[in-house]
């Protein structure tokens, strides 16, 4: 019996920060895919990692990336990598939260680090107030850069589970990376990978039984 849906936000909630990258590299000239092909080298102990488990700080993760970047004969700054992370909100699944806290538990677990405002990491002053309604919605907020823990470490989503007093088998998790779902899955959670804001409500409908829309 589902009790709680479990989301991601960067790239679930809001557009992926993937897409932000990408126009960034494009207007730079710079290979496409390179901030994403760093952040996947040594994806447990690079800058990225060491960011967003709290054990460096912006200033840091800022020299740290660039030498990365520079190991690969390009010159991107860890702090102009910070401007592109918050997404656009994609009201098609604020809405679908609303709908879902009304029967069911909502939690939210996003690998984030301390920069901009709160969870949603915005920058933007016009948009930190809508996040903010947003981030509320959720009955739990696990950040990594809190937590000290980050997506797909197994024990994030125990955390999860803990503080929302259920069962890994009675939540469903949602993320736009493959690498975050498996865990979560061998745990015994249900797993949707977000592709599209529509396929994901059409499968978290089909799961639940009710329209979400």
């Not at 019996?1 to 960067?10: E, Q, R, S, V």
């Not at 590299?25 to 952040?39: G, H, M, T, V």
């Not at 696990?142 to 024990?155: H, V, W």
Request: negative net charge; contains cysteine.
């Amino acid at each position: 019996m589902i009790k709680a849906i479990l989301w991601d936000f960067g790239g679930v909630i809001t557009s992926s920060p993937f897409e932000a990258f990408n126009r960034f590299e494009a207007a730079n000239r710079l290979p496409k895919d390179l901030i994403r092909s760093i952040n996947a080298t040594d994806p447990e102990t690079n800058a990225w990692a060491q960011l967003e488990s709290n054990q460096i700080g912006v200033d840091e993760f800022d020299a740290k990336f660039a030498g990365e970047a520079l190991s690969l004969g390009h010159e991107v700054s860890g702090s102009q990598v910070l401007d592109l992370l918050s997404g656009d909100l994609r009201e098609e699944m604020v809405n679908a939260l609303k709908i879902i806290k009304s029967r069911l538990q909502i939690g939210c677990i996003t690998n984030n680090v301390k920069t901009g405002e709160g969870p949603s990491m915005t920058k933007d002053p016009s948009r930190v107030a809508r996040m903010n309604e947003v981030m509320a919605l959720f009955d739990i907020v696990i950040e990594s850069s809190k937590a000290g823990i980050r997506k797909p470490d197994p024990e994030i989503y125990k955390l999860a589970c803990s503080h929302m007093d259920i069962e890994p088998a009675e939540a469903i998790f949602l993320d736009d990376l493959g690498i975050n779902l498996k865990p979560a899955r061998k745990l015994g959670m249900t797993t949707i990978k977000v592709l599209t804001a529509k396929q994901a409500l059409d499968d978290l409908e089909a799961i639940l039984g009710f329209g979400l829309r």
